[in-house]
Structures are given as structure tokens and as C-alpha cells.
């Protein structure tokens, strides 16, 4: 038992000047990109795209630690079953909390969410870790004055869906969305616990804010 401490111990000792490098590089780090706005990319960002016309959400760098990255096991048969996750790497992960999806509608934040610790399916989650090796070929970082763009509040819209139905427990069929011009198989809308509980998902960015409100009602013209 002795040994077997003291070589602890000395490895400890040893390792003690590397851990005491990698804190000071997460701490620079974190000082450089903490609070940046940033927008998630499918495909490496090319430095003279405008970030209206980048194709994913809006989010904002929340942390920066060192850690371990993990992967989503699923079912061999079905891709959108999630069992768990596996590690697949350690190293420095940069942690981004999305804003709004890339149609500038309001993400739903974790806190608010009462699914988030059960995930349905494979898509997006509000917050994303990711390697800071592949931060350069998944994010763009936004200059300040994309960033001053980025955040007029006219881009952080909720997501209304207008609906007929749900009387005495029948069917609640949505009937318009808005704000107009977004493209439906972008989404999942779900009245699953009727239209109180409206839940509404963009495909690959994930749960964003929503409302019901019942469609209007039409009256035939007076007589």
C-alpha cells in the first residue's frame, strides 16, 4: 500500500504543472469567447457568408471547460430512439445555448421545458457541447456588428399556432401559423395534451417558444 501511494503521489506530482496549463488555456479561452454570439452550421462557415444567410440557430457561447464528450447510443433499428450516450473523447468543450432557430423564432430554454431531461428523438437540444477542435468546422463566430443585427427583437418571435377544434375533448386541428412565411415541415406540432399544452419542434434545432390561440370564428353575413 505503500508504494502504491507514493507512485500516486509522484504521478500526481508529475501531472500537477499539466493540469495547472490546461486550467490557464480553459480560462484564456473563456475569457476570448464566453457571452460571443455565434451561429450553428451544418457545413464549415466560409468567412465572407453573411450571418443572415448562415442556415442555422442563433446561440450564444455559455462556457468553455474540459471534460468529456459523449455521443447518442440509438436502437440498430430506429435512428430516432435515443438509449443513452457513450464517451467518445475528452478534451475542452465549448458549451453554446441556442437563442432562436434559424427562422429567428425563439428557442424554449431548458427551464422551461418540461421534456428536456426526455429527449423523444435525436434533434437538437437547447444547449450543444462541442469540441473545440470542430468549433471552427460547426460555428461561426459573429462579429460585433452582426451580432447588434443578429439580436433586434423583431428576430425572436414566438411560434402561433391558430387552431379549431377541442370542445368537449375532440380533435384540435391547427388552422394557420404565424408569423407567416415559415415553412411547416420545418416543425412538429403537438396537441397531444390538448391545446393548452401546445408543443412545437423545428426538425433539427429543437423545442422553440409557442402559443395557441383559437382561429377565429366566422359568421355567415347578416341578412
Known amino acids: 500500500m505503500g508504494q502504491r501511494k507514493k507512485l500516486r503521489e509522484s504521478c500526481d506530482a508529475a501531472l500537477r504543472p499539466l493540469?495547472?496549463?490546461g486550467a490557464a488555456v480553459c480560462s484564456e479561452l473563456e475569457r476570448l469567447l464566453v457571452g460571443r454570439l455565434c451561429r450553428l452550421c451544418e457545413h464549415a462557415p466560409a468567412a465572407a457568408v453573411?450571418?443572415?444567410?448562415?442556415p442555422g440557430p442563433l446561440a450564444r457561447v455559455s462556457a468553455v471547460s474540459f471534460g468529456q464528450f459523449e455521443s447518442p447510443l440509438r436502437a440498430p433499428g430506429g435512428p430516432s430512439r435515443v438509449l443513452g450516450a457513450v464517451p467518445v473523447s475528452a478534451g475542452i468543450l465549448v458549451t453554446l445555448s441556442k437563442i432562436c432557430d434559424r427562422n429567428g423564432i425563439a428557442m424554449l430554454p431548458?427551464?422551461?421545458d418540461p421534456l428536456a431531461g426526455f429527449s423523444r428523438s435525436g434533434r437538437g437540444a437547447t444547449e450543444v457541447k462541442l469540441p473545440l477542435r470542430l468549433l471552427g468546422a460547426r460555428?461561426?463566430?459573429l462579429t460585433e456588428?452582426?451580432?447588434q443585427a443578429a439580436q433586434r427583437p423583431a428576430d425572436q418571435r414566438t411560434f402561433v399556432?391558430?387552431?379549431a377544434g377541442g370542445e368537449h375533448g375532440g380533435p384540435v386541428e391547427?388552422?394557420?401559423i404565424l408569423p407567416e412565411g415559415i415553412s411547416l415541415a420545418e416543425y412538429d406540432i403537438s396537441f397531444a395534451a390538448g391545446a393548452a399544452a401546445l408543443r412545437v419542434e423545428h426538425r433539427t434545432n429543437g423545442p422553440v417558444r409557442c402559443?395557441?390561440?383559437p382561429a377565429a370564428l366566422k359568421f355567415p353575413p347578416a341578412r
Open 19 to 21: 493540469y495547472a496549463e
Open 50 to 54: 453573411p450571418q443572415q444567410m448562415l
Open 110 to 112: 431548458a427551464s422551461d
Open 139 to 141: 460555428v461561426k463566430l
Open 145 to 147: 456588428a452582426e451580432a
Open 161 to 163: 399556432v391558430r387552431y
Open 174 to 176: 391547427p388552422v394557420q
Open 211 to 213: 402559443r395557441a390561440e
